[in-house]
Nanobody, 115 residues
Framework: VQLVESGGGLVQPGGSLRLSCLASGFTFSSYIMSWYRQAPGKERELVASITSGGGTTNYADSVKGRFTISRDNAKNTVYLQMNSLKPEDTAVYYC?????????WGQGTQVTVSS
């Protein structure tokens, strides 16, 4: 199982970023995918999740209405579109899934929201 995130960077408050996570080593289309984030000095927290077919999504209250999770099963990729970014969104963002009874993580991508 391999998860590779990309798309992070430095953005001004109010800006947008789209994160991508390319998955391999498992049947991507059969698994729920999630994005978590971890800010300095804080615990890792769930940001959003999406069911295997993409029909159901779930968001943390702090990002509802600003972030959108989606997936392309033909490309083995899950996305996180982040709009109206705030300084408190600054964190390392991780793609994750539960395969074979183990939670698998990518290496993370840094998102920094600052003027």
């Amino acid at each position: 199982v391999q998860l590779v995130e990309s798309g992070g960077g430095l953005v001004q408050p109010g800006g947008s970023l789209r994160l991508s996570c390319l998955a391999s080593g498992f049947t991507f289309s059969s698994y729920i995918m999630s994005w978590y984030r971890q800010a300095p000095g804080k615990e890792r927290e769930l940001v959003a999740s999406i069911t295997s077919g993409g029909g159901t999504t779930n968001y943390a209250d702090s990002v509802k209405g600003r972030f959108t999770i989606s997936r392309d099963n033909a490309k083995n990729t899950v996305y996180l579109q982040m709009n109206s970014l705030k300084p408190e969104d600054t964190a390392v963002y991780y793609c994750t899934t539960l395969v074979g009874g183990r939670r698998r993580w990518g290496q993370g991508t840094q998102v920094t929201v600052s003027s």
